[in-house]
């Protein structure tokens, strides 16, 4: 019997240091995804032409000179319904909405709603195929001092909902072990 309680006193032991791992397991996941976050600015403006060597799309706006976003294999290019539309059918001129990442000339589309049907037309090829490597490089910028509080208010909040779950399971693992001893004699 002694030795029955040697082992329960080891195994709450071990359930405490395994939810306390746990519990920052999930803490350092979260906060990296949380420092991970990218700003996502949308702008509108007319398809001027697809550059398919580059995979960039020019689209031209009223307050700027023309604009050139890459697209990438993540990029979704819809229409206002949510259909998929190929970008060599998009006809110069349509109204787009982009939703870009990025700054200046590094600018990586990661939605295009075409705001109109997009007319049935061979594809665009204006400019000259030029291979080019380009690189980008995403920035964030740093948390103003309420955005660091909410984040830490957020994670305040989730440490307690996790410490609570953990006391839980701690209590059910209890009455499952007395449960057990009970049977045991």
Same mark, same amino acid.
């Given at each position: 019997m002694s030795a029955r309680r040697g082992e329960s006193s080891y195994m709450k032991t071990n359930i405490s240091k395994i939810g306390a791992a746990i519990l920052a397991i999930v803490l350092c996941v979260w906060s990296t995804e949380v420092r991970a976050q990218?700003?996502?600015?949308?702008?509108?403006? +007319?398809?001027?032409?697809?550059? *398919? /060597? @580059?995979?960039?799309?020019?689209?031209? $706006?009223?307050?700027?000179?023309? #604009?050139?976003?890459?697209?990438?294999?993540?990029?979704?290019?819809?229409?206002?319904?949510?259909?998929?539309? +190929?970008?060599?059918?998009?006809? *110069? /001129? @349509?109204?787009?909405?982009?939703?870009? $990442?990025?700054?200046?000339?590094? #600018?990586?589309?990661?939605?295009?709603?075409?705001?109109?049907?997009?007319?049935?037309?061979?594809?665009?090829?204006?400019?000259?195929?030029?291979?080019?490597?380009r690189t980008t490089n995403t920035t964030t910028r740093t948390l103003t001092d309420d955005e660091r509080e909410v984040l830490k208010e957020r994670k305040e909040h989730r440490k307690e909902q996790l410490e609570k779950q953990i006391e839980k399971r701690k209590e059910a693992l209890d009455e499952a072990k007395d449960k057990l001893e009970e049977s045991d004699d």
């Open positions: 990218t700003t996502t600015t949308t702008t509108k403006g +007319a398809f001027t032409e697809f550059v *398919p /060597g @580059s995979q960039t799309v020019v689209v031209r $706006t009223e307050a700027s000179a023309p #604009l050139r976003y890459v697209v990438t294999k993540q990029t979704t290019i819809v229409d206002e319904a949510g259909a998929p539309v +190929a970008i060599e059918r998009i006809s *110069p /001129g @349509s109204p787009l909405s982009i939703e870009y $990442t990025g700054t200046g000339e590094n #600018l990586i589309a990661s939605r295009i709603v075409v705001q109109k049907a997009a007319a049935v037309t061979a594809p665009v090829t204006t400019a000259p195929v030029v291979s080019e490597k």
